[in-house]
């Protein structure tokens, strides 16, 4: 079973890795509004089909992610999430501290609206 969709903004980066450990692609897509944004890379956007088609990359790794959220700042229905994360196996580690911006929507559920994983990185 799925977990259900983060009722608070701190929860909605471990749904994200609860969701993205299932490898449900579906499920991973659900976490995100639509028209979401997504930087897959640093300075590459994207959105729709584009941001699924980018989230499947990383999934189609095989391993999980642990994420670890630093920061959450919140005001209303908007929230700013510093997450630190990893995605590791044997004989690959990628990782990096995201700076992700979500949004609590009519059914009081927060779900990204921007999501780069690499928010921190260097340019």
């Keep these: 079973m799925t977990r259900e ?3 608070r903004p701190e929860d909605v980066p471990l749904v994200f890795a609860e969701r993205f450990n299932t490898g449900d692609a579906k499920a991973v897509a659900e976490v995100y509004e639509s028209g979401a944004l997504f930087v897959p890379e640093t300075g590459s956007p994207v959105t729709g089909q584009e ?3 980018a989230n499947e990359r990383f ?3 095989g391993l999980p992610i642990t994420v670890r959220p630093r920061h959450v700042h919140a005001t209303g229905d908007i929230a700013l999430l510093i997450v630190d994360w990893v995605i ?3 004989d690959l ?5 995201a700076t992700d911006v979500a949004r609590r929507g009519q059914d009081g559920r927060w779900r ?3 999501d780069s994983p690499f928010g921190t990185g260097p340019r």
Excluded: K, N
């Design 5 to 7: 969709l983060a009722e």
């Design 51 to 53: 941001l699924h088609a």
């Design 59 to 61: 999934l189609g790794l």
């Design 88 to 90: 590791e196996g044997p």
């Design 93 to 97: 580690r990628i990782e990096g501290t």
């Design 112 to 114: 990204y609206v921007i």
